[in-house]
């Protein structure tokens, strides 16, 4: 081992994706001893995303790039050793879950990297079916990854790092596509975790989540690190300087708007003689690999409205939005854009009409730089305006960005593009899938009052979330969606009072804030 008996050791780290691109990480230093639960906190783009690579190797052996400074794991360098090296020593876990699983079902994906360690068959089984217990995905396990929602794909990637035992488990962003009740169970897992000795690094924003978990918080800020210290003491700093919000009481429930001004209802919620409908779903279904997962869905958006879909992982929400812009055509009912059935357009002419930021935004990159991946739809379908993309560049904050490869960016920035080429034509209705993942507090904010912006001109808006307190600052109606139906809709707080407690649960931020789960629990 290294200074002060440290597993991991960080010396003078510096640290570019490119040749001429600009430093992500500039002279960290960090030791992290053997068995410790570490909170890494910083705004979006700040480096946590890619301090964490450089722990198993990925940097430099995957990602290339220029490395200066040190990275030692038990004692021997990362350039020295292979990440097949460090497979045992330092799980990890990304950003998008999506990219990290690659096998027919669950159990084989569980399987895949206990297969690598050589164990016998015994072994495996009991592991995959005592962490499946654990993480609450027993019933997943012949289930084929690709077809889950990104909250269940995300559960699977940490069960199946979790179930390999390294002796460290690194997670970024884990909580992003969570309901409360999953979130409650990872945080569980990861304590009982510690308490077997495991080390844990969690790089995330919403403190809330993690900081009364975790023994000591690390606070990056432009590739620096700024704050290192126990987390309760880091907490009790004033945070807001570098980008993240303090955890509330408030934010715990997920009803507290936290600082955000509750908007008044748009325009389109006027008296009913007043309404124009401009997305209808009439008893619309739609099924996938046999199972039904959209079940006799009828519903009513109207112009310059903003509408938040909320409901646990696996509900159906993100196949619902889909449904809006004909990428998925329904078993039965009907689709009504403007009036018109929309099984016979094609997705192209959708196009014009509905934009759409996926909540995974990789998915949806096909350009080599951000500036041809903001523009292309405005360019293709004829609706190309200057003044409106650098309007977008400044609010999304990507003028920096523009050259960049869409793949290289932090997933908040890929975020942010993605939110910029869905509103690049000026479509009638915005989809945004998981808005907030990856951001820090000042761009909720400034997304917030965008999105006001946009309904006082008639901007139709459908938000999928399991940010609630956004969701409640931006939405005066919610759809609350379970099993693929709707059972409930209507103002937030008469939502969540009435037919959906689950969709704040245990795994609010209030557990280990407001008389919850504390570290140790």
């Given at each position: 081992?290294?200074?002060?008996?440290?597993?991991?050791?960080?010396?003078?780290?510096?640290?570019?994706?490119?040749?001429?691109?600009?430093?992500?990480?500039?002279?960290?230093?960090?030791?992290?001893?053997?068995?410790?639960?570490?909170?890494?906190?910083?705004?979006?783009?700040?480096?946590?995303?890619?301090?964490?690579?450089?722990?198993?190797?990925?940097?430099?052996?995957?990602?290339?790039?220029?490395?200066?400074?040190?990275?030692?794991?038990?004692?021997?360098?990362?350039?020295?050793?292979?990440?097949?090296?460090?497979?045992?020593?330092?799980?990890?876990?990304?950003?998008?879950?999506?990219?990290?699983?690659?096998?027919?079902?669950?159990?084989?994906?569980?399987?895949?990297?206990?297969?690598?360690?050589?164990?016998?068959?015994?072994e495996m089984l009991r592991r995959i079916d005592g962490i499946?217990?654990?993480?609450?995905?027993?019933?997943?396990?012949?289930?084929?990854?690709?077809?889950?929602?990104?909250?269940?794909?995300?559960?699977?990637?940490?069960?199946?790092?979790?179930?390999?035992?390294?002796?460290?488990?690194?997670?970024?962003?884990?909580?992003?596509?969570?309901?409360?009740?999953?979130?409650?169970?990872?945080?569980?897992?990861?304590?009982?975790?510690?308490?077997?000795?495991?080390?844990?690094?969690?790089?995330?924003?919403?403190?809330?989540?993690?900081?009364?978990?975790?023994?000591?918080?690390?606070?990056?800020?432009?590739?620096?690190?700024?704050?290192?210290?126990?987390?309760?003491?880091?907490?009790?700093?004033?945070?807001?300087?570098?980008?993240?919000?303090?955890?509330?009481?408030?934010?715990?429930?997920?009803?507290?708007?936290?600082?955000?001004?509750?908007?008044?209802?748009?325009?389109?919620?006027?008296?009913?003689?007043?309404?124009?409908?401009?997305?209808?779903?009439?008893?619309?279904?739609?099924?996938?690999?046999?199972?039904?997962?959209?079940?006799?869905?009828?519903?009513?958006?109207?112009?310059?409205?903003?509408?938040?879909?909320?409901?646990?992982?696996?509900?159906?929400?993100?196949?619902?939005?889909?449904?809006?812009?004909?990428?998925?055509?329904?078993?039965?009912?009907r689709v009504l854009l403007n009036g018109k059935d929309i099984?016979?357009?094609?997705?192209?002419?959708?196009?014009?009409?509905?934009?759409?930021?996926?909540?995974?935004?990789?998915?949806?990159?096909?350009?080599?730089?951000?500036?041809?991946?903001?523009?292309?739809?405005?360019?293709?379908?004829?609706?190309?305006?200057?003044?409106?993309?650098?309007?977008?560049?400044?609010?999304?904050?990507?003028?920096?960005?523009?050259?960049?490869?869409?793949?290289?960016?932090?997933?908040?920035?890929?975020?942010?593009?993605?939110?910029?080429?869905?509103?690049?034509?000026?479509?009638?209705?915005?989809?945004?899938?998981?808005?907030?993942?990856?951001?820090?507090?000042?761009?909720?904010?400034?997304?917030?009052?965008?999105?006001?912006?946009?309904?006082?001109?008639?901007?139709?808006?459908?938000?999928?979330?399991?940010?609630?307190?956004?969701?409640?600052?931006?939405?005066?109606?919610?759809?609350?969606?379970?099993?693929?139906?709707?059972?409930?809709?209507?103002?937030?707080?008469?939502?969540?009072?009435?037919?959906?407690?689950?969709?704040?649960?245990?795994?609010?931020?209030?557990?280990?804030?407001?008389?919850?789960?504390?570290?140790?629990?």
């Amino acid at each position: 081992m290294t200074r002060r008996e440290s597993f991991i050791a960080v010396a003078g780290l510096r640290y570019a994706y490119g040749k001429e691109t600009p430093w992500i990480l500039k002279d960290v230093d960090l030791e992290i001893p053997p068995g410790e639960h570490l909170l890494v906190a910083g705004a979006s783009g700040s480096g946590k995303s890619t301090l964490a690579r450089t722990l198993n190797g990925l940097i430099p052996h995957f990602y290339g790039g220029r490395l200066e400074g040190e990275v030692r794991v038990g004692g021997e360098s990362t350039r020295d050793r292979t990440v097949a090296d460090l497979f045992d020593q330092v799980g990890m876990v990304f950003q998008n879950p999506e990219a990290q699983l690659f096998n027919r079902t669950v159990r084989r994906e569980i399987a895949f990297g206990l297969e690598s360690l050589g164990l016998p068959r015994r072994e495996m089984l009991r592991r995959i079916d005592g962490i499946a217990a654990e993480t609450g995905i027993g019933h997943l396990l012949s289930r084929a990854p690709h077809q889950l929602s990104g909250g269940e794909q995300q559960m699977v990637c940490i069960s199946a790092v979790a179930a390999l035992k390294p002796k460290m488990i690194v997670l970024d962003e884990p909580f992003a596509n969570l309901d409360g009740e999953n979130v409650a169970r990872i945080r569980k897992t990861l304590v009982r975790l510690g308490e077997k000795g495991t080390g844990v690094m969690v790089c995330e924003h919403r403190l809330g989540y993690a900081g009364y978990d975790a023994a000591r918080m690390v606070v990056l800020a432009d590739g620096r690190k700024v704050l290192d210290g126990p987390a309760k003491a880091v907490l009790s700093r004033d945070l807001g300087v570098y980008g993240l919000e303090a955890p509330t009481c408030g934010q715990a429930s997920g009803l507290g708007a936290s600082g955000y001004e509750i908007r008044p209802e748009a325009p389109g919620r006027g008296a009913a003689g007043d309404r124009q409908p401009i997305i209808e779903l009439d008893g619309v279904s739609f099924e996938r690999g046999g199972r039904r997962i959209i079940d006799n869905v009828s519903l009513s958006i109207d112009r310059g409205e903003c509408v938040a879909i909320v409901g646990p992982n696996g509900a159906g929400k993100t196949t619902l939005l889909k449904l809006f812009n004909g990428l998925f055509r329904p078993v039965s009912g009907r689709v009504l854009l403007n009036g018109k059935d929309i099984r016979k357009e094609k997705v192209s002419r959708l196009a014009r009409h509905v934009g759409m930021a996926f909540q995974n935004p990789s998915g949806q990159f096909f350009k080599l730089t951000v500036w041809d991946e903001i523009t292309v739809a405005a360019k293709t379908l004829n609706r190309y305006d200057p003044e409106w993309i650098d309007t977008l560049i400044r609010l999304f904050r990507l003028g920096d960005l523009v050259t960049r490869p869409p793949y290289r960016l932090s997933s908040g920035e890929k975020k942010r593009t993605a939110f910029a080429a869905a509103l690049s034509a000026r479509p009638d209705i915005l989809i945004l899938d998981e808005p907030t993942s990856g951001q820090d507090r000042h761009f909720k904010n400034a997304l917030s009052g965008f999105l006001a912006e946009l309904q006082e001109q008639g901007q139709t808006v459908v938000l999928v979330t399991h940010d609630l307190g956004f969701a409640e600052t931006c939405a005066p109606r919610w759809l609350y969606l379970d099993g693929g139906r709707i059972i409930a809709q209507g103002a937030p707080r008469r939502v969540s009072a009435g037919s959906c407690p689950p969709v704040y649960g245990a795994g609010s931020e209030a557990a280990g804030l407001c008389g919850g789960m504390g570290a140790g629990a």
